[in-house]
């Protein structure tokens, strides 16, 4: 990958393609989540020394996704957070509130 790049991935190659920045060293700085018209986005950005790069997936808001809380730890608090604001069920979270990382009033708010 280029640096500064965002690749989009199939959910089905996320695990794959976070396993391959894993092995070359990367970082995880960050996760984030995004309506996008009738889609979502959710967008997986990782460092190394002073390169960034991310893998983006597209996604239906009811489409399920792998965790990569077992690849890279901290990713439970994000994973968490995408799954309580947006509403994206991601399955085999290493560390899962199941809904309760925040205390809210409307469930999934970002999700409309």
């Known amino acids: 990958m ?7 991935v199939e959910p089905e190659n996320l695990v794959t393609e976070v396993l391959k920045l894993k092995h070359r060293d990367y970082r995880i700085v960050q996760i984030c989540a995004a309506k996008a018209g009738d ?3 959710v ?3 990782f460092g190394k020394e002073y390169k960034m790069v991310g ?10 996704i ?3 809380s077992d ?9 968490n957070e995408i799954h309580d604001l947006f509403g994206i ?3 085999m979270i290493t560390l899962d509130y199941h809904g309760n990382l925040y205390r ?5 708010p970002f999700r409309e």
Not at 2 to 8: A, F, L, P, S, T
Not at 56 to 64: M, N, Q
Not at 71 to 79: N, R, T
Not at 104 to 108: F, L, S, T, V, Y
């Open 2 to 8: 280029i640096d500064g790049e965002i690749m989009q």
């Open 39 to 41: 889609k979502m986005e």
């Open 43 to 45: 967008t997986y950005s």
């Open 55 to 64: 893998l983006r997936l597209v996604i239906s808001p009811d489409t399920e």
């Open 66 to 68: 792998v965790s990569i």
């Open 71 to 79: 690849i890279y730890e901290p990713a439970f608090l994000y994973e």
């Open 89 to 91: 069920p991601i399955k």
């Open 104 to 108: 809210i009033k409307q469930e999934a």
